[in-house]
């Protein structure tokens, strides 16, 4: 099974920086490609970034792209978004989400699994 947490959320000004990580207490972690999506106030859950299985294969959103770094440990079980340069609108509840997949085709769909959220506040 695929158990995801979420942690390293919290409260930061404008330009600061702040790591997310997401921890699989599953076995099969290697075999998952893994996803970060957020939801920010009265908006829809968007796909921020997401990593393949290997982590050969990264995949950001637009608006993120410079600032945020998606990276990978299948030893740990561990996948993290490193977050730079913030802005207030990125503001948002942010989950970790999970599929098994080996393609890592449509990498903004398809998740089965899916942490319950963490916080993030970004102050101007």
């Known amino acids: 099974q695929v158990y995801l947490e979420e942690s390293g959320g919290g409260l930061v000004q404008a330009g600061d920086s702040l790591t997310l990580s997401c921890a699989d207490s599953?076995?099969?972690?290697?075999?998952?490609?893994v996803g970060w999506f957020r939801q920010g106030p009265g908006k829809e859950r968007d796909i921020v970034a997401a990593?393949?299985?290997?982590?050969?294969?990264?995949y950001y959103t637009d608006s993120v792209k410079g600032r945020f770094a998606i990276s990978r440990s299948n030893d740990k079980n561990i996948v993290d978004l490193e977050m730079k340069s913030l802005k207030p609108e990125d503001t948002a509840v942010y989950y970790c989400?999970?599929?098994?997949?080996?393609?890592?085709?449509?990498?903004?769909?398809?998740?089965?699994?899916w942490g319950k959220g963490i916080q993030v506040t970004v102050s101007s």
């Open positions: 989400a999970a599929r098994y997949d080996t393609s890592f085709y449509a990498p903004q769909m398809g998740y089965n699994y």
């Open positions: 599953g076995h099969t972690f290697s075999r998952l490609a």
């Open positions: 990593i393949s299985w290997s982590g050969s294969h990264t």
